[in-house]
């Protein structure tokens, strides 16, 4: 499957964004979606994760209560609504998909990849 991502921008601390993964495909009932984010100088790592057929999304501590996940299954697309954003937050976001559990969270676990969309919060 093939994701596209969009969304990414310059935001001040403490504003919203959201971010969009479309699938170029059906995204079929045993896949989950996830999205992870890379910034300069580190890996990258797991922000975000939900099961496309039913309701189980799993969290990064670090952004957990301030981003949601979500899906509309009509347009094959998952969302990652971010709020109170901070300078740390600052990467190049990616949605992956994989077959199976939202619940692993390493990058290899995942196998397809959008291209990413640079998220910038700076005053």
């Known amino acids: 499957v093939l994701l596209q991502a969009s969304g990414g921008g310059l935001v001040q601390p403490g504003g919203s964004l959201r971010l969009s993964c479309a699938a170029s495909s059906r995204i079929y009932s045993s896949y989950s979606m996830g999205w992870f984010r890379q910034s300069p100088g580190r890996e990258r790592e797991f922000v975000a994760s939900?099961?496309?057929?039913?309701?189980?999304?799993h969290y990064a501590d670090s952004v957990k209560d301030r981003f949601a996940i979500s899906r509309e299954r009509t347009k094959n697309t998952v969302y990652l609504q971010m709020n109170s954003l901070k300078p740390d937050d600052t990467a190049v976001y990616y949605c992956?998909?994989?077959?199976?559990?939202?619940?692993?969270?390493?990058?290899?676990?995942?196998?397809?990849w959008g291209q990413g969309t640079l998220v910038t919060v700076s005053s």
């Open positions: 992956a998909a994989r077959v199976g559990s939202p619940a692993l969270f390493m990058v290899n676990d995942w196998a397809y």
């Open positions: 939900m099961a496309w057929s039913y309701d189980r999304s």
